[in-house]
C-alpha cells in the first residue's frame, strides 16, 4: 500500500489546515489509519486514529477537540481537519494503515507510511 498526504503548509495560530491520505489500494479500507507527527529534535508522536468502518476514534491528549480524523473507503482515503492550530502543532505529519481494523495510537500496529506534509504554525 503506498499512501500520499497532502495538505500542510504554513498557517497562522488559531488557523486551520486539513489533510488528506490516499491509499494506493482498497486493502486499507479493511484496516486502522492513523496519523503521527514529528517535529524536530522529537520523537515521532501519535496524533489521531480511526477504526477501519470510522465507528471508532481515537486522540492524543494534546489535539483532543481540536483535530477531528475521518475516512472515506470509497475513496481510500483517510482526513485530518486540524483547527485552532498552535505554534506546538508544527510538524511533519504522517499518515499510516495499521495491521489491524481498529484505531490505534501504537505506532508499532501500522504496516505502512506515507513520506509526511509540513504543517507550520507561526504565532
Known amino acids: 500500500v503506498q499512501l500520499q498526504a497532502s495538505g500542510g503548509g504554513l498557517v497562522q495560530a488559531g488557523g486551520s489546515l486539513r489533510l488528506s491520505c490516499a491509499a494506493s489500494?482498497?486493502?486499507?479500507?479493511?484496516?486502522?489509519m492513523g496519523w503521527f507527527r514529528q517535529a524536530p529534535g522529537k520523537e515521532r508522536e501519535f496524533v489521531a486514529a480511526?477504526?477501519?468502518?470510522?465507528?471508532?476514534?481515537a486522540y492524543a491528549d494534546s489535539v483532543k477537540g481540536r483535530f477531528t480524523i475521518s475516512r472515506d473507503n470509497a475513496k481510500n482515503t483517510v482526513n485530518l481537519q486540524l483547527s485552532s492550530l498552535k505554534p506546538e502543532d508544527t510538524a511533519l505529519y504522517y499518515c499510516?494503515?495499521?495491521?489491524?481494523?481498529?484505531?490505534?495510537?501504537?505506532?508499532?500496529?501500522?504496516?505502512?507510511w506515507g513520506q509526511g506534509t509540513q504543517v507550520t504554525v507561526s504565532s
Open positions: 499510516a494503515v495499521g495491521m489491524r481494523s481498529w484505531a490505534s495510537a501504537d505506532s508499532t500496529e501500522y504496516a505502512y
Open positions: 480511526i477504526s477501519w468502518n470510522g465507528g471508532r476514534t
Open positions: 489500494r482498497r486493502t486499507a479500507s479493511n484496516n486502522g
